[in-house]
Antibody
Framework: QVQLVQSGTEVKKPGSSVKVSCKTS????????FSWVRQAPGQGLEWMGR????????NYAQRFHHRVTITADKSTFTAYLELSSLRSEDTAVYYC?????????????????WGQGTLVTVSS | DIQMTQSPSSLSASIGDRVTVTCRAS??????LNWFQQNPGEAPKLLIY???ILQSGVPSRFSGSGSGTDFTLTISSLQPEDFATYFC?????????FGPGTKVDIK
């Protein structure tokens, strides 16, 4: 059974960037698709984007399109989310999740399992 | 983007109660509807996908139904571990979108 383990808590200054990692174990990384979802304090869930590692294809939510980069390193079974030009409104828990939409660029699925979450705090 | 709404936003119930949460999509999404449970400080957990398929390990007191724009999550007999927040998510199109959540707490 695949497990997703994320990197630890980050505290960042406004205007800087953050890179969060999501390492997989117990499964076949190259056959997976990974999405990133964030949750601001006391708020709901917001999809940011996803990557299909075997195809090198990414999709991003329009509102993050110019600030977010999702990558994957097949040699270390790790997916990454990088968010730039951070502002206070980006303070949130960031989750990676396996996306069961398959390896079709136009298809999205349900999310399971999820990583444990990474808290990113943006503060001056 | 497809907008997802849920009702109620919160509800209070007792152990053993039958609980129903409703999710509505702004356009037809077929059966591409998934449900998650989230406890405070934890990651969401998949309960049901494709409207009515129970994820492995999820108790059978959970069930889902609906199609098109209107969907329902039902807990047949509420248990102590079910007090949590429930989110729906559409996987009909990119970007996937979530409902705002329904918090179930103890009456």
């Amino acid at each position: 059974q695949v497990q997703l383990v994320q990197s630890g808590t980050e505290v960042k200054k406004p205007g800087s960037s953050v890179k969060v990692s999501c390492k997989t174990s117990g499964g076949s990384f190259s056959t997976y698709t990974f999405s990133w979802v964030r949750q601001a304090p006391g708020q709901g869930l917001e999809w940011m984007g996803r990557i299909i590692p075997i195809l090198g294809v990414t999709n991003y939510a329009q509102r993050f399109h110019h600030r977010v980069t999702i990558t994957a390193d097949k040699s270390t079974f790790t997916a990454y989310l990088e968010l730039s030009s951070l502002r206070s409104e980006d303070t949130a828990v960031y989750y990676c999740a396996r996306d069961h939409g398959g390896q079709v660029p136009t298809s999205i699925g349900w999310f399971d399992p999820w990583g444990q979450g990474t808290l990113v705090t943006v503060s001056s | 983007d497809i907008q997802m709404t849920q009702s109620p936003s919160s509800l209070s119930a007792s152990i053993g109660d039958r609980v129903t949460v409703t999710c509505r999509a702004s356009q037809s999404i077929g059966s591409y509807l998934n449900w998650f449970q989230q406890n405070p400080g934890e990651a969401p957990k998949l309960l049901i996908y494709a409207t009515s398929i129970l994820q492995s390990g999820v108790p059978s007191r959970f069930s889902g139904s609906g199609s098109g724009t209107d969907f329902t999550l039902t807990i047949s007999s509420l248990q102590p571990e079910d007090f949590a927040t429930y989110f729906c998510q559409q996987s009909y199109s990119i970007p996937p979108t979530f409902g705002p959540g329904t918090k179930v707490d103890i009456k």
